[in-house]
C-alpha cells in the first residue's frame, strides 16, 4: 500500500487500482471507459453521489431539527441528478429556465423547487408560478414587482425569500465570491427592508424567510457565522418593526471541496456544527423561534463525484523551460483554471502507482494559451496515447462547456 499514489485520496472512496496498475472508479476499469467511450470523458461515481447526499443530510441533521437539503443545480444538472435527487429526497435550486425543464422533464417534483437568479426574465417568472416552483429567491425590487404582478393575475400566492447580501468577505477567490457588499447578487441592507414591507403587503406573496449565499469553495466557518448574525439581527429588527416571523432561514451553499492535497477541505461536521449552534445562540439571544434551516450545497455534493479523462498527445519540451503535456479536451470542458486559476491534481490513469519524475504543465487543445489546465504538476513520464484522470470534475465543468471548435 505504501506505493499508492497519495492523489488516490482526492478521487471517489471507491477508487482502486487494479493488477495492471489501471484506475479503477466504481468497480470499472478507467483506462477501458476511456477506449469504449472516447476522451475527453466525464464519469460520475453514482454510489458516491448518493453517499454525500446522505452525509448532508445525517451531518446536519445530527445538530438541527429537520434541516432541508438543497442541491444548487448550476454545479451539475442532467435528468439523471435530478431523478437521483428526487430519490434520495434532496431539494433543487435552478438559476434559469433551462434548468427547471430538465428538472420537470425529470418528473422531479417542483414544490421542492428553489428558483434563484439576479436577473429572471418574465418569461421565467411566468414558468416558475405557471409549474409551481416552491420557493422564490427574490433577488431584487423589480422581480418583487414582477411576481407580485404574476401571482396576482393567477389567483396564486407564491413563497419567497428574499436574498440579502450581509457583506462578508468569504475568503475565496473574488470571481465566485457574491456576499460582499460591491456583488450583483442580493438586497444590500438598505434595501432589504423595503423588499420585506413590499411582500408582507403583498396578498400574492408569503414571505417564508430571508436567504443568503455568500460564495463558493469556502474553508472558514468564520463568514458563514458573520453572515448568520447579520441575518438574525436584521430578521429580530423585522419582527420589532414590521412583525415579521423568520419561518426559513436559507444559508446558501459554499462548503468547500479538496481539489489538491496540499489544501483539505474542512470535514462537513466542522460546518454543521459551526453553522447551527450560531442559529440556535442567535435565535436564543434575541428571542426568535428556530426556523427551518436551508442549505444549498452544489460543489461538495457533485464535485468529488466525477474524474475527468483525456487523452494524452506529444509533449513539447522546452529546453530550460518548461514541458506542456497536451490533452484532447481543455477549456472547453473545464473553464475553471482559465476563469479562475482553479487548482487541480491529475494522476495518468494507465500508470496510477509509476513514479513521478517529472514537473509538466496540462496543455489544453483551445486556441488560446490561457488554455492550461494544471501548471506545474510532477506526473511520470508521458507518452501519446496514455489517459491522464483528473478529479474532483463534477461541479462547475459540465455546465460551463463551450462547443468551440467542436470537431462537428
Ligand atoms: C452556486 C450557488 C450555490 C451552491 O454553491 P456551491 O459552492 O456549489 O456549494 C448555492 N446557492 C446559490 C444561491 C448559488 O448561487
Redesign the pocket.
Known sequence: MSSMNPRLALFPLSTSVNERGHLVIGGCDAVKLAHDFGTPLYIFDEAFLRQRCREFKAEFGREYPNPRVVY?G??FLIKAMARLLKEEGIGL?V?SGGELGIAQAAGFPLDQIVF?GNNKSNEEITMGVEWGVGRF?VDNLLELEILDRVCGERSHKQKILP?LCPGVDPHTHKK?T?GNIDSK?GFPREQAEDAVTKAMASPNLELAGL?F?I????FETEPFLEAIDFTLNFAAEMKKKHGFELKELDC?????ISYTIDALAPPLATFAKALTSRIKDGCARLKLALPQLII??????V?SAAVALYTVGAAKQIAGVRTYVPVDGGMGDNVRPAMYQAQYEAVLANHVNKPNTKTVSIAGKFCESGDILINDIMLPETHPGDILAIPDSG??CIPMSSTTHSPG
Not at 460564495?215 to 469556502?218: A, F, I
Open positions: 444548487a448550476k454545479a435550486d438559476v434563484h429567491v436574498r465566485i457574491t447578487f436567504h449565499h460564495g463558493s469553495q469556502l446558501g451553499g459554499g462548503f468547500g444549498e450545497p452544489g460543489r461538495s455534493i464535485g461541479a462547475y
